[in-house]
């Protein structure tokens, strides 16, 4: 069973005369229920990834299989519907909403929902679940300014869940956060993926890559290497 | 999209507007102004048009009114009927005829009244006190027909016409001037070597104003009335004026003939007959008038028409000017806000979500500022009474009160035209609609990869 499949994955770009190879040849599966990092050199190709990943482009060939939906034949609306259904986002620079409260924040996926754009009594418990899961649960009126850098992570955390997705891709989520909090952040993480979220996370940190069961290093816009940590912090 | 979505959208927008309170007031402010404006110049014209209504209304709209018209003199030679004067004079003979009236008043069915006068300006005295005065002769019917009210004695009577009796009604200034000490009725006051017994005293009558230049307004109160048999005896047709040692004549049987119609659909028809009639008696000669104060209304209206095309146009520019403006903001607001549309993106917002959304905010921005313009021209009449009192204290003196001019604008009282309220309202929102489109499209239109890198 897998959450995510990626089949001779390729993306050019055309800058003009260049052209850019960002991704030449990626093919990938990634069980249910993983926690994946993505490492790599800038340049490497993992944002390129990450992107297709997320549903916000499409590739220019193979296949991106999420949960039974070919990514790349899907036109702007679906693409919008799956990133919405199946996807949950957490950013390096969390991306909150300035003008919205921590729950209105949370509830943002929520009118976005193809099938039922009103928030019912059952979404607004789950949300107020989440934000006690996060432990926001006494923070739901501050806006973004009014919380710290960790609390403005938990806060995307709450919001990636809210529609439920399939996959959890976190863009170098702790990136922005000292040591203290980064740990609380990559145990909540943790946490999530012992409930059996699928996690991807890009990371250029290897003590942050060292937490996820599943290393992949991108080189060039190739897999250089794929495979479990050991003990000693190298990847095998 | 269920109504619950749609106030949401709306709360939502109003709270990303109200993050710069001061910039969305501002934008607000070119519809503001464009919407009270519109308010504002439909109420004046309005108010305009139930004023030259009323001034209508005085004159009678049954009524048509036939004058006579001094014609263009000829140089060498008098026109049509002259008559030869001594010396080889010429008097110019012209206007309506007594045998006009007998015409239309006998075969003219519509027609249910009909009251003749002939004016001169004469002098008129009371031992040593003098008066130029218009000197009209008239019937009974003329103090009804011209909303004369009596202060004192009688008005002419039909008897009087019968008898050519040597009675006068003197209008309330000539009376003040003549008779400054004593008690004019009983009295007899003289007119060019006759006298004349005052039987009554009109009370003031405010003077009527001119509309739109066909009829000059009228003074009523410094004239003096005889019957009109009596006029026709006593001074004649012909009128010598002697002016520093030439003198001109001229003879004219009557000045005006006022007709009463029956109905009021029967005006403008009758009208017509009474133009024929006359020009088959008159032939070229352009003697004389007939004045319509049912048509006057017609064209008053159709002149305000113009007048509102004119004033709305101006008003709509500046609707224009304030949609660029809230147009304009919308484009900076759409590139500052970036990163947001990009996370909205990424969280499943589709192109069409994001145009919903700058959409609404635009439409509340120009809405509110209709609504807070409405207001504002609900204030017009309130607003045109203080500049009244501006115009009267600074700019003018008194004296401007009484000329046409003067009249029209302190006479005007602004009437909001309650229909230009909702309508005022939906051209605002179709402005933020129309001008709020390209705004929302570009920011739809956005890469979402782009937009979430934006600083």
Redesign the interface.
Same mark, same amino acid.
């Given at each position: 069973m897998y959450a995510a499949r990626l089949i001779e994955l390729t993306k050019t770009y055309f800058l003009g005369d260049n052209v850019v190879r960002a991704l030449r040849g990626i093919t990938v599966d990634i069980p249910a229920g993983d926690f994946v990092a993505i490492m790599g050199s800038s340049g490497s190709g993992k944002s390129t990834l990450l992107?297709l990943l997320?549903a916000? %482009?499409r590739p220019t060939s193979g296949h991106y299989v999420l949960s039974g939906h070919d990514v790349g034949t899907l036109n702007? %609306?679906h693409l #919008? $519907?799956i *990133?919405? *259904?199946l996807i949950g986002?957490i950013?390096q620079s969390y991306? /909150?909403?300035?003008?919205?409260t921590v729950l209105e924040n949370i509830q943002?996926?929520l009118?976005? *929902?193809s099938d039922c !754009?009103?928030i019912g009594p059952a979404d607004m418990n789950r949300c107020l679940d989440l934000a006690n899961k996060v432990g926001l649960g006494d923070r739901l009126d501050h806006r973004p300014f009014q919380l710290s850098g960790g609390q403005q992570q938990r806060v995307a955390i709450a !919001?990636a869940l809210i529609?439920d997705p399939e996959i959890i891709l976190a863009d170098e989520p702790t990136g922005n956060l000292d040591s203290v909090t980064e740990k609380e952040i990559m145990e909540l993480l943790t946490g999530l993926n012992r409930e059996g979220r699928t996690i991807i996370m890009v990371t250029h940190e290897t003590s942050v890559a060292r937490r996820a069961r599943h290393q992949i290093v991108m080189q060039d816009g190739l897999i250089a290497s794929d495979g479990m940590f050991n003990n000693d912090g190298e990847s095998k | 999209m269920?109504i619950?979505?749609t106030l949401?959208t709306i709360r939502l927008a109003l709270? #990303?507007l109200m /993050?710069h309170k001061l910039r969305s007031g501002l934008t607000m402010l070119g519809i503001v102004f464009g919407v009270f404006s519109v308010i504002a110049m439909l109420a004046i014209g309005e108010g305009a048009s139930i004023q030259a209504q009323q001034q209508v209304l005085a004159l009678g709209a049954t009524n048509i009114i036939c004058v006579t018209v001094k014609p263009p003199t000829d140089s060498s030679q008098s026109q049509g009927a002259g008559r030869s004067g001594s010396r080889g004079f010429s008097v110019p003979k012209y206007g309506l005829l007594r045998a006009d009236y007998e015409l239309m008043t006998k075969t003219i069915k519509t027609i249910s009244g009909a009251v003749r006068m002939r004016e001169i300006v004469s002098e008129v005295r009371y031992l040593q006190q003098g008066l130029n005065a218009r000197l009209v002769g008239s019937t009974a019917e003329y103090a009804e027909m011209n909303h004369l009210h009596l202060l004192r004695g009688r008005f002419l009577s039909d008897q009087d016409e019968n008898d050519m009796a040597n009675v006068v009604v003197l209008g309330a200034s000539a009376a003040a001037t003549l008779f400054p000490f004593d008690d004019p009725i009983g009295n007899a006051i003289q007119i060019r070597s006759h006298r004349y017994t005052v039987i009554g005293v009109t009370k003031m009558r405010t003077a009527s104003a001119s509309i739109g230049g066909s009829l000059s307004g009228q003074d009523f109160n410094k004239d003096v009335y005889v019957p009109l048999s009596t006029f026709r005896s006593r001074i004649g047709d012909m009128v010598v004026t002697r002016l520093s040692g030439t003198f001109s004549a001229e003879e004219v049987e009557l000045n005006q003939i006022t007709l009463k119609v029956t109905d009021r659909s029967e005006v403008i028809p009758t009208s017509e007959v009474v133009r024929e009639s006359l020009r088959l008696t008159h032939g070229t000669k352009a003697d004389f008038e007939v004045i319509v104060p049912l048509e006057l209304l017609r064209q008053a209206d159709q002149i305000r028409q113009i007048f509102n095309v004119v004033l709305g146009s101006i008003a709509a520019i500046s609707l224009v000017v304030g949609g660029i403006g809230i147009m304009n903001i919308m484009l900076a607001t759409v590139t500052e806000r970036t @990163? $947001?549309i990009?996370? *909205? @993106?990424? /969280?499943?917002? !589709?192109? !069409?979500?994001i145009i919903d959304q700058f959409l609404t905010e635009t439409i509340v921005l120009a809405g509110s500022g209709g609504l807070i313009g409405i207001l504002l021209g609900l204030a017009t009449p309130l607003a045109f009474q203080g500049l009244k009192e501006i115009v009267r204290n600074f700019v003018f003196d008194q004296a401007s009160d009484v000329s046409p001019m003067g009249m029209m604008f302190y006479g005007l009282e602004p009437r909001i035209a309650w229909w230009s309220l909702p309508v005022a309202f939906g051209i605002s929102v179709g402005i933020g609609i129309v001008f709020g489109i390209y705004p929302a499209r570009s920011a739809a239109r956005m890469d979402?990869?782009e937009a /979430?890198r934006h600083v």
């Open positions: 992107n997320g916000l %482009d702007d %609306d #919008s $519907e *990133r919405n *259904r986002f950013f991306n /909150l909403i300035p003008q919205y943002v996926p009118h976005y *929902r !754009r009103t !919001r529609n | 269920p619950a979505n949401r709270k #990303s /993050l @990163r $947001e990009g996370i *909205r @993106r990424a /969280l499943g917002a !589709r192109q !069409r979500d979402p990869i /979430l």
